[in-house]
């Protein structure tokens, strides 16, 4: 545990949590290339002629975004609708990431609150939380704003919106995500942030991104959290 993550802890009122990544894997078992061309064939049953690099596209959530840069209000909400119906089908096989319910747990039990912020859909992370037992610990639940992906992270907005649900100022919040639109989203709306490696290639892409507090296993977070309950 680096001492940079205990005083950052220590400094923080509220923990805000991206959730594929830190909560778990959501595409683990219903991989995201195969959503992602799932989202192609929407759009190509819609008549839209798909350019190469967005047929080979492997994030779904990236499909999502050239859909709504396009200006087609309807075949955005076509595609939103079926990301929505994938996720929620991916959240039945998702991976849970080791010690992301003991951070929250842990985060509960030293009276911090804790919500999730999520570029994929409210109900999919809900449904999940249920299902692991996690829905009491976690609250509010914000997801991407429905066929607006402009409004998904590194959009300051649902950050802020969890900040405010809380109840804490953005600068008593940390938010802990494992990607560079988390970290830009972070740092717009005022909130500290902590960098979750999952993979080792990130932990350059972090340091990288100048990123002062990085880990790769949440462990190192409930650690911290647990030894704060004990005093």
């Known amino acids: 545990m680096s001492a940079d993550l205990g005083r950052l802890l220590g400094d923080v009122g509220a923990v805000l949590l991206d959730f594929d990544g830190p909560v ?100 999919a992370v809900t449904a999940y939380l249920a299902a692991h037992r996690l829905a009491g610990y976690v ?28 109840g804490e100022s953005p600068a008593r919040c940390v938010l802990i995500g494992d990607s560079l639109s988390d970290i830009e989203g972070a740092r717009a709306a005022g909130v500290a942030v902590i960098g979750y490696a999952n993979q080792p290639a990130k932990v350059e892409m972090f340091r990288a991104a100048e990123v002062s507090v990085v880990i790769t296993s949440m462990r190192e977070i409930a650690n911290v959290l647990i030894g704060r309950i004990a005093t």
């Open 24 to 123: 778990c894997s959501i595409f683990a078992g219903y991989p995201a290339p195969q959503v992602a061309a799932e989202l192609v064939d929407v759009l190509r049953r819609r008549g839209v002629d798909v350019p190469p690099d967005l047929a080979s596209e492997p994030d779904p959530l990236e499909v999502l975004r050239r859909t709504g840069a396009a200006g087609n209000h309807s075949t955005t909400r076509a595609v939103e609708d079926a990301l929505c119906a994938a996720e929620r089908r991916a959240v039945e096989t998702a991976e849970p990431t080791p010690y992301g319910r003991e951070v929250i747990v842990a985060a509960r039990q030293a009276g911090m609150p804790v919500a999730a912020v999520s570029n994929n859909s409210a109900g």
């Open 139 to 166: 609250s509010p639940v914000v997801g991407r704003a429905y066929a607006d992906p402009d409004r998904m992270k590194p959009n300051p907005e649902p950050i802020l919106q969890a900040v405010r649900a809380v």
